[in-house]
């Protein structure tokens, strides 16, 4: 359905619209939905909680109880620095990042060859994936995580720290590298899905430190496996992919 046909038929999810589309979807039997843009098929402020909790709540629990793929493509900020946090990342209101069940954001840097997939939800494990863009099929292919591909300097010298300082803090890790606390926990947690630091938890503090290659290697080969199940036919429920 084009856009002028949805906005003629459906119109706006948050007015009406998210009845209207389940009822098409109903008669249909469609099985899975994508609508792009999310922004181009609202109205009003998506910075508004209310706004953006009517225009998917209903959707996502008829999704849920139907059994029904329902994926969202939209927007995120123009300056995400190096962080690939797509919750953080989704435009708008908290509201609208409550109810989705899984989040992919594509990350490219201008000027710069391939792409990075940061993907998150409710019932699967953080990945971040390396893509390069196929012109001959014209599609993004994926090779593998992408911590693989690019152990950035900032990366290096947190590992060099931990090897220094030993079990550590962030906020040590982050006086002792020079980076933002903020951006030292990304890594850290980065680090962590690739199974090179381990996150420990001592009460209400969390601490880090490197792990020895024989104790991870197991751990490796499962975090640097692509998931099977993060893609959008094989999930129930709301989802969305920023771009």
Same mark, same amino acid.
């Given at each position: 359905?084009?856009?002028?046909?949805?906005?003629?038929?459906?119109?706006?999810?948050?007015?009406?619209?998210? !009845?209207?589309?389940?009822?098409?979807?109903?008669?249909?039997?469609? !099985?899975?939905?994508?609508?792009?843009?999310?922004? *181009?098929?609202?109205?009003?402020?998506?910075?508004?909680?209310?706004?953006?909790?009517?225009?998917?709540?209903?959707?996502? $629990?008829?999704?849920?109880?139907?059994?029904?793929?329902?994926?969202?493509?939209?927007? =995120?900020?123009?300056?995400?620095?190096?962080?690939?946090?797509?919750?953080?990342?989704?435009? /708008?209101?908290?509201?609208?990042?409550?109810?989705?069940?899984?989040?992919?954001?594509?990350?490219?840097?201008? /000027?710069?060859?391939?792409?990075?997939?940061?993907?998150?939800? *409710?019932?699967?494990?953080?990945?971040?994936?390396?893509?390069?863009? @196929? =012109? *001959?099929?014209?599609?993004?292919?994926?090779?593998?995580?992408?911590?693989?591909?690019? =152990?950035?300097?900032?990366?290096?010298?947190?590992?060099?720290?931990?090897?220094?300082?030993?079990?550590?803090?962030?906020?040590?890790?982050?006086?002792?590298? /020079?980076? $933002?606390?903020?951006?030292?926990?990304?890594?850290?947690?980065?680090?962590?899905?690739?199974?090179?630091?381990? *996150?420990?938890?001592?009460?209400?503090?969390?601490?880090?430190?490197?792990?020895?290659?024989?104790?991870?290697?197991?751990?490796?080969? @499962?975090?640097?496996?692509?998931?099977?199940?993060?893609?959008?036919? /094989?999930?129930?429920?709301?989802?969305?992919?920023?771009?």
């Amino acid at each position: 359905m084009l856009y002028d046909t949805f906005r003629d038929q459906i119109g706006a999810l948050n007015s009406k619209g998210g !009845k209207r589309l389940l009822k098409n979807v109903e008669a249909k039997k469609y !099985k899975q939905v994508i609508v792009d843009t999310f922004s *181009r098929a609202v109205l009003g402020e998506q910075l508004d909680v209310g706004e953006m909790t009517q225009a998917v709540g209903t959707l996502q $629990q008829h999704a849920l109880s139907k059994g029904i793929g329902l994926l969202f493509v939209d927007h =995120m900020p123009k300056n995400t620095g190096d962080l690939t946090d797509p919750i953080q990342h989704v435009y /708008g209101s908290v509201g609208k990042a409550a109810a989705l069940d899984t989040v992919w954001g594509l990350y490219k840097e201008r /000027g710069k060859v391939g792409a990075k997939l940061a993907i998150t939800g *409710r019932d699967i494990k953080d990945e971040t994936l390396q893509l390069s863009f @196929n =012109m *001959r099929l014209f599609c993004w292919d994926c090779e593998g995580n992408a911590l693989d591909f690019e =152990m950035t300097g900032q990366r290096k010298a947190i590992l060099e720290t931990l090897e220094d300082l030993g079990r550590s803090q962030a906020a040590a890790i982050a006086e002792a590298t /020079g980076q $933002q606390i903020n951006h030292v926990r990304e890594r850290l947690a980065e680090l962590s899905n690739a199974g090179l630091v381990a *996150r420990i938890l001592k009460g209400n503090l969390v601490f880090y430190e490197t792990i020895k290659p024989e104790s991870y290697e197991s751990r490796t080969s @499962n975090t640097l496996e692509a998931p099977q199940s993060a893609g959008p036919s /094989g999930l129930n429920g709301l989802n969305t992919t920023s771009l």
